[in-house]
Structure formats: C-alpha cells, structure tokens
C-alpha cells in the first residue's frame, strides 16, 4: 500500500506507521513541519523496517499552496490511505484571554485538518478508490467549558466528515472520524488522569480502518462513555466539573 500520513511527527501518527510497518511491507510518505523531525523519524523507521519505504516532506501546514501542491505531486501514483493527523490542544484559558493564540489554534485545528481533509477527499475522488482517515477526538462531542475551543475544532471536523461520507456514500472511498479518548502523548504531558497508551490507540485506529470503520473510538470504551456523556440533560450537565 501507499500510505501517506499528514503531521508524521506526532506521537499517534507515529504508533499507526509503526503497526502498519510491522505487518506488511508499504510506501510511506511523512508529512509535516520540520524538517528535521521528520527526517530523524523516516531514517529511524527506515532502519526499523526496511522493507517498506519511507520518504518525508516539510510544508507549511496551513499554506494553501503547498497543501494544492502536495496534492497535486501524489496524484501521479494511487494513493491507497491517507492519515490526517495534525492538531494541537488548545488551553482553553489562554484561548479566552489571547485571541491571537486562539486564531493560530483555529488555523491549524480547523481551517488547515479541513484543508487537508478536503484536498485528499479529492485526490481519492479522482482516482475512484482510497481511504482516507481523519483524526479528531472524543472533546468534539459534547461542549464542555474547560475544552470547549479544542472541541468545537474537533466537531467541526466531525460534521465535515460525516458529509464526505455521504458524498462518497456508494464509491469505492472511505472517509472514517477517528475519536481517540485522552491519550499519552507530549501534548498531554501537563494534564492529570490516566491515558491510553499511543500504540493501543494505533492498534484500534489501523484495524478500523483496514474495517472500514465509519467512526472509531479509541480505546472503544469511549463509544460508551460518550454516548454516555451525550445522553445527559444540560440542566444537569452545566452543574458538572469534567
């Protein structure tokens, strides 16, 4: 397969190469912003898994350009999958204070993960088949006062999914709305509770999508939990602290 992962560099992103690496030999392309990660993450996996092949590019995650022009270079080969990774946990008392850092927080969020979104969906349109996997959270599906910035993000591309599947509804394209739940990684390492594992998150993500999964929670407990969540009337939802 031909696999292409945008924000390589992130920790979930990372753990979803390496379990496709280890069961079968791919072509992998890793995108993201620096230069350098990127090309420390493809020589370690090269290293790892030589049977497959990595390759990495830089861009500006939020240029229009180069987003158009990435899309542009991966339609001269078929692109099987597609991993849209890319995002950043917004605090949200700095977001209510600094509407400068809510602005870059929404770009990259919103307006760049629906830009990739968008273009790939496109890419996989022109060439009739694909799978294309988007990564949002569990935060996107309910408001809560303490996220609620990073989760109205995350519901937005919740909603931009679920209307590319019905646009692909009957096409050989899959779009699937990945919801992990609270997740070790470096961009939670300020936060308290207890978090899923990356690889244990990787390992539901990849089997969803070889499924071809509409919506996958990961872990799966968190389907429940938020239908939970979900279920509860706001006149006693506003009194909870969670």
């Not at 992130?10 to 030999?25: F, G, M, N, P, V």
């Not at 493809?42 to 290293?47: I, K, N, R």
């Not at 049977?51 to 099987?80: C, G, H, M, Q, W």
């Not at 590319?164 to 997740?183: A, D, E, H, N, W």
Request: with cysteine; charged share 20%.
């Amino acid at each position: 397969m031909r696999i292409v992962v945008i924000s390589a560099t992130s920790a979930i992103a990372r753990a979803c190469i390496s379990k496709w690496a280890d069961s079968a030999d791919h072509e992998f392309l890793l995108v993201g912003r620096s230069a350098v990660k990127l090309k420390a993450i493809e020589a370690d996996y090269s290293l790892r898994f030589p049977s497959s092949k990595f390759s990495s590019l830089a861009i500006d995650l939020n240029s229009v350009s180069d987003i158009s022009s990435l899309t542009e270079s991966l339609a001269r080969k078929p692109v099987d999958l597609a991993l849209v990774a890319q995002g950043s946990l917004t605090e949200q008392s700095q977001a209510s204070s600094e509407l400068g850092y809510l602005e870059q927080q929404l770009e990259l969020n919103v307006i760049s993960a629906g830009l990739f979104t968008e273009s790939l969906a496109g890419l996989f349109d022109r060439q009739g088949f694909g799978t294309l996997g988007v990564i949002g959270s569990v935060a996107g599906d309910r408001g809560r006062a303490y996220n609620y910035s990073y989760g109205a993000a995350k519901a937005f591309l919740a909603t931009y999914t679920e209307g590319l599947q019905q646009r692909f509804s009957g096409s050989k394209v899959r779009v699937c709305l990945i919801k992990p739940g609270p997740t070790a990684t470096p961009m939670t390492s300020a936060h308290q509770g207890k978090m899923a594992d990356p690889a244990d998150v990787a390992a539901v993500i990849v089997a969803g999508l070889a499924r071809g999964k509409r919506v996958i929670y990961a872990p799966k407990l968190w389907r429940i939990i938020m239908l939970a969540v979900r279920s509860i009337p706001f006149a006693i939802f506003k009194r909870l602290n969670f």
